[in-house]
């Protein structure tokens, strides 16, 4: 089943708020993903972390693997209404070599 | 040119039908995977592959199979449909020595009546 959970499922906001949601999970993982997904599109990476604490920024995006290794949150500054879409979080655990487990999603929503 | 490119992008069909879906890369990766997408639950894996004649079950194989016919190609069967197989199916590949992330297509959208 599930291993990640992931909040809020779903973000209404103002365009120019700053935005957050996070992943956690009772399993160790070894690398954390963030993924955004458009309409008709397939998900399309956004950040990836590889260590523990490690804290890493894309443009507006940032991003942090927790020290705990269970969780991970993504920071979205200034929002525009490009922004809107689903943002997935994903990882790596342990055990499970390259296969991805995915939370179930944030869908947000930009309103000009 | 899409580095994934899925075949088709939509699909209606009826139950009991059986179903190919296609993926195929320009990447060069030897790893290539099959993920099912339903509302709410994010992106689950049915099968996967580390090489040609590797195949490899995920946490939801049940009613599906799959071919790795070349390092290029993995597809996807649904010997005979049922209705709640009716989601967007996306295939990704990635690649061992790199270590890069998973890249994903652009999915299909299947329709089971």
């Known amino acids: 089943g599930q291993q990640l959970n992931q909040s809020p499922q779903s973000m209404f906001i103002q365009e120019g708020e700053d935005v957050s949601m996070n992943c956690t999970s009772s399993s160790i993982f070894n690398t954390w993903l963030w993924y955004k997904q458009d309409p008709g599109e397939g998900p399309v990476l956004l950040i990836a972390?590889?260590?523990?604490?490690e804290l890493t920024s894309n443009g507006r995006l940032t991003a942090q693997f927790g020290i705990t290794r269970k969780d991970s949150f993504l920071n979205i500054s200034a929002s525009i209404p490009s922004d809107v879409g689903i943002y997935f979080c994903a990882g790596t655990r342990e055990t499970s070599g390259s296969r991805l487990t995915f939370g179930e999603g944030t869908q947000l929503t930009v309103n000009p | 040119d899409a580095d994934v490119t899925q075949t088709p992008r939509n699909r209606i069909t009826k139950t009991g039908k059986r179903i190919m879906l296609e993926c195929s890369q320009t990447k060069g990766h030897d790893r290539m995977y099959w993920y099912r997408q339903d509302p709410g639950l994010g992106l689950r894996l049915i099968y996967y592959s580390f090489d040609v004649k590797d195949i490899n079950k995920g946490e939801i194989s049940d009613g599906y199979s799959v071919s790795r016919q070349a390092q290029a190609k993995f597809s996807l069967s649904l010997e005979s449909a049922i209705p709640n197989q009716t989601a967007l199916y996306f295939c990704?590949?990635?690649?061992?020595?790199?270590?890069?992330?998973?890249?994903f297509g652009d999915g299909t959208r299947l329709s089971i009546l």
């Open positions: 990704a590949t990635s690649d061992a020595r790199s270590n890069q992330p998973q890249h």
């Open positions: 972390l590889y260590k523990a604490g």
